[in-house]
């Protein structure tokens, strides 16, 4: 597509809402992508690059859902930790010398720890987003049912009733698809560890002391006194 194909197209989400429309094109560099500047529908300004965005009728639709940025997340760290625990493996086997060990060693956790970061970020959306999503569902839900008895005691039209039901249809169908996506990358994030983190999982919980009733009881008796007795 070329430039003129971007400029004034309707961007909607992954869901089939209009988030605006793309006011502003630009190349970058000797590749092959877009720079695009969108106008918010609710106000601001997004700047997204082509290849972000799929063609779908007379639209564009972001191409990323919940459940594909926690699934890009998750790997991302997984390959992270695998990788400190191929360097610690192969230094202990003797086949990395220790300079080379400090270098990739620092370099490995830098990078568990930034994406460990980006998972608890993305995380903490995820939960806000759905706490949101659960209430606009709700929300919706209400409306409908109004709507229904406003229909069943002549109070609406039957034209009006349509209309209206359906637009509403349309919105709770958009936020259950996302409360899905959402739900998934709950799962993804919570739930998918790689190998090597629920190894070091496991291992922490060793350290564990041993519950209470393992532990052996010591009884101190004391000696009666002779000159006491009956």
């Known amino acids: 597509m070329t430039m003129k194909d971007y400029l004034s197209k309707r961007v909607l989400d992954s869901y089939g809402r209009t988030l605006g ?13 877009l720079l695009l500047g969108i106008e918010l529908l609710g106000g601001g300004f997004l700047t997204s690059i082509s290849s972000q965005l799929e063609q779908e009728g007379d639209g564009l ?14 790997r991302e760290l997984s390959v992270a930790v695998r990788k400190v625990s191929a360097l610690n493996r ?29 998972k608890e970020m993305l995380q903490k959306q995820v939960e806000e987003r759905s706490r ?13 049912v109004n709507l229904k008895i406003g229909h069943e005691l002549g109070e609406v039209d039957d034209e009006t009733y349509v209309l209206s039901r359906d637009s509403l249809s349309k919105v709770l169908n958009q936020l259950q698809a996302e409360q899905k996506d959402l739900d998934a990358a709950l799962a993804n994030l919570f739930e998918h560890f790689a190998p090597a983190e629920r190894q070091i999982e496991k291992k922490a919980t060793t350290t564990i002391s041993k519950p209470l009733q393992d532990l052996p009881i010591l009884v101190k008796i004391k000696e009666a006194n002779p000159g006491t007795e009956g």
């Not at 429309?21 to 992508?33: H, L, N, S, Y």
């Not at 639709?61 to 998750?74: A, G, H, L, N």
């Not at 606009?136 to 409908?144: A, D, V």
Request: charged share 30%.
């Open 21 to 33: 429309k793309v006011i502003a094109c630009t190349r970058t560099g000797d590749g092959e992508d």
């Open 61 to 74: 639709v972001f191409d990323e859902t919940w459940r594909t940025k926690s699934e890009i997340v998750s």
């Open 90 to 118: 192969l230094y202990s086997q003797g086949e990395v010398s220790k300079e080379t060990y400090d270098v990739l060693s620092s370099e490995y956790e830098d990078a568990v720890a930034a994406h460990t970061k980006r």
């Open 132 to 144: 949101s999503l659960f209430n606009q569902t709700r929300e919706m839900e209400n409306y409908i």
